[in-house]
Nanobody, 127 residues
């Protein structure tokens, strides 16, 4: 059973940077995609970014392109989301999601439904 554990959420000021981590365990298949999905206080859900292990395909939502970067530590099966120039509208709970043998859409999401979700980490951007 896949477990995803997120960390790194915090309260920061606009313009700050944060790095979120998603540590995956229990993955026994050779390829997968991991994405970050955020739920805002207004209950909106948005796919933010995605990475596929086999070919390192990356994708981002337009709202974060140029500010966020996703990358993977292949040895540790850990995915990071580097968030720069944070804005108030980035405030959300960020969830890590995984899909076995999955792929990424062109807009930051997984293609198809996720097989596993993490517990979420809260990012609050406020002055």
């Amino acid at each position: 059973q896949v477990q995803l554990v997120e960390s790194g959420g915090a309260l920061v000021q606009p313009g700050s940077s944060l790095r979120l981590s998603c540590a995956a365990s229990g993955i026994t298949w050779g390829d997968y995609a991991i994405g970050w999905v955020r739920h805002t206080p207004g209950n909106e859900r948005e796919a933010v970014s995605c990475i596929r292990k086999s070919n390192n395909m990356l994708s981002y939502a337009d709202s974060v392109k140029g500010r966020f970067s996703i990358f993977m530590d292949y040895v540790k099966d850990t995915v990071y989301l580097q968030m720069n120039n944070l804005k108030v509208e980035d405030t959300a709970t960020y969830y890590c999601v995984e899909k076995a043998w999955g792929a990424c859409s062109a807009y930051g999401g997984l293609l198809g439904s996720a097989d596993a979700w993490g517990q979420g980490t809260l990012v609050t951007v406020s002055s």
